[in-house]
């Protein structure tokens, strides 16, 4: 009677698995809350210390390492010193193992997790007989996903070939305990410098990236290059997370647009504002909030409709008919949302070809590095902070805004930290005006923010204007002046600020230092 051993943390769809087993005459081993869930399903289940003899001990640390049970994995089918081994010592084969660890990442993800938590939570025994099972492969079931019971079950009925399928399984069970023992290493790298009374290194000395291909891309930047999508292990939120659920597939300029259009509208996260961020290579052409989806869109799309044009468009609240009934007639790449209502997807969807995309949280993971490939390697930072506490902030000019002027300039603060550097951006009443990114002097940025605006008729006497890092002369700021800007928000720090500062004072504009860059390369 063949035996299957199942200790799970994961406990999803594991009572379903062992009366499967059961039902076709399978023995059901198993431990502690496994074998509670198992038995309280009415399934008649041993446990693992009736077969080694010995209590589990140490509040379950110990519990699965003993030879009873790896003699029963890694002893080799029609071995004979193996078989005679085993008998000599009343230990019998073990010929399935469904095990998944203890949460390891999970727990440790957690703000309030203690280093006494995450230690518990090191899983010993689940990766010792992971291991020896997927080193037995060819006569052990070895199963770590419970997305893969079925396919098991279907080939333990097959009764056929099975070996290509017990080794993609093993090789499955290596890349994950490899993955978590990284996980671990990490973790206590970052510990041990707090507990000497330093800092974490967020940066250390060799780190190892666990990438698993999401999906082949319809191409490259250009057609002749082709593409693929890669999610890095233990990743969350972001497009980690990102569901298409219609158009055709997507594209690596796509998947970039989208991860620019997510940044844009993260800077509104838990504000009740919505915010609608269109995006042109990588960077927003429009941008803007509102009370709903289709106002903070009519705003967005008011700023450079021209550009929006074959654009990515996302939103920090779900679409609705309203809005859908809104982006219908434009020619969209791809439009992002954490939901779309019913009829605004029937809507959508009568375009076959465009790309709708679902995903349920906006931010990634903070404590995720952000890397960039380079010739050679990779250069990696900690992520831009999509918060903007205020606590730093200085008005240095002789007039103080106004109310409604610093609403704005709050805007264009958050706004521009998604726009590509130099970035200038002219806002009113909670949407862009005009945008000036990716050039090489900041005054022409700002010369092409009033360019925009007055190409799309904007009056912007009294705008707003951020600016991502600061004004190194004052040209920008009598550009700014001359187009009628009332305040400008960037973040000081140039030898020149004193100079900045009077020109502001000279043209009557309130200036404020935030102290922070939001440059982005």
């Given at each position: ?10 406990k ?10 059961h039902g076709?005459?399978?023995t059901?081993?198993?431990t ?10 009415g399934?008649?289940v041993t446990?693992v ?22 003699a ?5 089918r029609g071995h004979a ?13 073990i ?13 440790v ?7 006494d938590e ?9 990766p010792?007989m992971?291991?020896s099972?997927a080193?037995?492969?060819?006569g ?10 079925a396919r098991v ?8 070939e099975?070996?290509?399928l ?17 996980a ?12 000497g009374?330093g ?11 666990r ?6 891309l ?6 002749d290059?082709?593409?693929?999508f ?5 990743a969350?939120g972001?497009?980690?997370?990102l569901?298409?659920?219609h158009?055709?597939?997507?594209s ?6 989208v991860?620019g259009?997510l940044l844009?509208?993260?800077a509104?996260?838990g504000s009740?504002?919505?915010?609608c961020a269109?995006i042109k290579?990588?960077?927003?052409c ?8 289709p106002?903070?869109y ?5 700023t450079?409709?021209t550009s929006a044009?074959?654009?990515v ?31 605004g ?8 070809n465009?790309r ?5 949280r ?15 390697g ?21 007039r103080?805004?106004?109310a ?11 706004a521009v ?13 909670g ?29 912007f ?9 600061f ?14 800007v009332r ?10 600020d004193?100079?900045?500062i ?8 309130a200036?404020?230092?935030?102290g922070r ?5």
């Amino acid at each position: 009677m063949p035996r299957a051993l199942l200790s799970v943390s994961d406990k999803t769809g594991v009572v379903d698995l062992a009366r499967e087993l059961h039902g076709r005459g399978w023995t059901l081993l198993s431990t502690g809350g496994t074998a509670r869930a198992l038995r309280d399903a009415g399934l008649p289940v041993t446990e693992v210390s009736e077969v080694t003899g010995h209590p589990e001990m140490m509040d379950g640390r110990v519990k699965t390492l003993h030879p009873a049970v790896h003699a029963g994995l890694l002893g080799r089918r029609g071995h004979a010193d193996d078989a005679a081994q085993m008998q000599a010592h009343g230990y019998e084969p073990i010929d399935l193992v469904a095990v998944n660890l203890y949460p390891f990442r999970e727990t440790v993800a957690r703000p309030d997790a203690t280093l006494d938590e995450a230690i518990e939570n090191i899983d010993i025994g689940g990766p010792s007989m992971l291991r020896s099972a997927a080193k037995n492969h060819a006569g052990v079931w070895v199963v770590i996903d419970p997305a893969d019971y079925a396919r098991v079950l279907a080939a333990i009925d097959a009764g056929g070939e099975e070996l290509a399928l017990r080794r993609e399984l093993a090789a499955k069970v290596y890349a994950h305990t490899s993955e978590y023992d990284r996980a671990i290493t990490e973790y206590l790298a970052r510990t041990m410098a707090g507990e000497g009374g330093g800092s974490a290194d967020a940066f250390p000395s060799a780190v190892q990236l666990r990438l698993t291909k999401v999906q082949d891309l319809r191409y490259g930047e250009n057609p002749d290059q082709p593409a693929a999508f890669y999610r890095e292990e233990g990743a969350s939120g972001g497009l980690a997370e990102l569901r298409q659920i219609h158009g055709k597939a997507l594209s690596f300029n796509n998947l970039l647009d989208v991860d620019g259009a997510l940044l844009a509208i993260s800077a509104w996260e838990g504000s009740g504002l919505a915010a609608c961020a269109i995006i042109k290579h990588t960077t927003p052409c429009g941008i803007a909030v509102g009370a709903d989806a289709p106002e903070a869109y009519r705003k967005a799309l008011m700023t450079d409709p021209t550009s929006a044009f074959g654009s990515v468009i996302a939103f920090n609240v779900p679409v609705t008919e309203e809005a859908a009934v809104l982006l219908r007639p434009n020619f969209v790449e791809a439009i992002v949302a954490p939901s779309f209502v019913e009829a605004g997807l029937r809507l959508l969807t009568e375009k076959k070809n465009l790309r709708l995309l679902e995903i349920p949280r906006l931010a990634s993971n903070a404590n995720e590095l952000d890397w960039k490939r380079v010739r050679g390697g990779f250069v990696a930072q900690t992520r831009l902070g999509m918060g903007f506490p205020e606590d730093g902030w200085r008005v240095v000019t002789q007039r103080q805004p106004s109310a409604g002027e610093m609403d704005d300039l709050r805007f264009a603060w958050r706004a521009v930290a998604s726009v590509k550097s130099n970035a200038i951006l002219l806002a009113r009443d909670g949407m862009a005006l005009g945008i000036g990114a990716g050039q090489m002097s900041r005054v022409d940025s700002s010369r092409i923010a009033v360019m925009k605006a007055r190409d799309n008729g904007f009056d912007f006497q009294g705008a707003a204007l951020g600016s991502d890092a600061f004004f190194p002369f004052r040209d920008g700021v009598d550009a700014a002046a001359e187009a009628g800007v009332r305040g400008i928000i960037q973040p000081g720090g140039s030898v020149r600020d004193a100079e900045v500062i009077a020109a502001a004072d000279e043209h009557g504009i309130a200036m404020v230092f935030t102290g922070r860059r939001l440059f982005r390369h």
